[in-house]
């Protein structure tokens, strides 16, 4: 077992608070004038690298939200990442349960929409993903051809190390949530049932759970967007949270 590490980063009023059962991460109402983001996350916030954990770990827990999935707004979740914007910046990587509202729009999977509550893994910095950097502004004008993405984007998904599996459950209600990122390939389940097994980001990664008031709009066909979300309501994430197992 490991001791957890968790501390608040949050913005735009939003706050951490602590209740009978765990700990609620609670992002105010407002216009889409700030960006509104409740937080916990280890990075940084033990000795060593700020990106601490390697494979293989276990993250389990248990939460529900406020709303359910329809009324929901910004986006959510929980899990591993590599915080890929943080010095030095990193390609992206993560495992985790994430969720997107509409407008929010990243169709990464194929046959998999690009909102709503999913299991995830994704590993950009692959040297099969980077080796398709130099031909992208070639092949992302072709995506938008439905052939030619249907043909390409599969391959493209698999050097990135892109996964996804919807999570069909109320959001509302309490559930149990295990990660286990293995050395070569990780789970993901839900009420002890997986939903996702997936080849397993390199890391090392660190932990986060957040609820924040943004989307971001990328597809596959060279669209990116980024925004953020009124609120009319009060809005929350609740955790009870585990050790960590190694």
Known sequence: MREL?????CSGGAGVIQTATGLRLIRPPGPADH???????????????????HAPYTL??????SHRADRLIGTAGFGLWNYPWAWPPRMPQAVWFFFGA??????????????????????TGRLAALAWLPIAPIIVPLLNLPPLYRRLWPRIQHAAGI???????????WHDYEIH?????????????????????RGPLSIVIWIDNQY??????????????????????EVVLSHGVV
């Open 35 to 53: 960006y509104r983001n409740a937080q916990l996350d280890d990075f940084g916030r033990r000795p060593g690298p700020p990106r601490a954990l």
């Open 102 to 123: 509409p407008p929010h729009d990243m169709p990464l999977a194929m046959n998999i929409p690009g909102h709503g509550w999913k299991a995830a893994t994704v590993d």
């Open 60 to 65: 389990c827990l248990r939460a529900r939200m």
């Open 216 to 237: 971001a709009v990328v597809r596959p066909t060279g669209r990116l967007w980024w925004g953020l979300q009124p609120c009319d309501d009060a809005q929350w994430l």
């Open 5 to 9: 590490h968790l501390k608040p980063r």
């Open 181 to 201: 990122w293995g050395t070569k390939e990780s789970v993901l389940r839900v009420d002890g049932t997986p939903i996702l097994h997936a080849p397993s980001p």
């Open 163 to 173: 996964a996804e599996a919807l999570v069909p459950v109320d959001l509302t209600q």
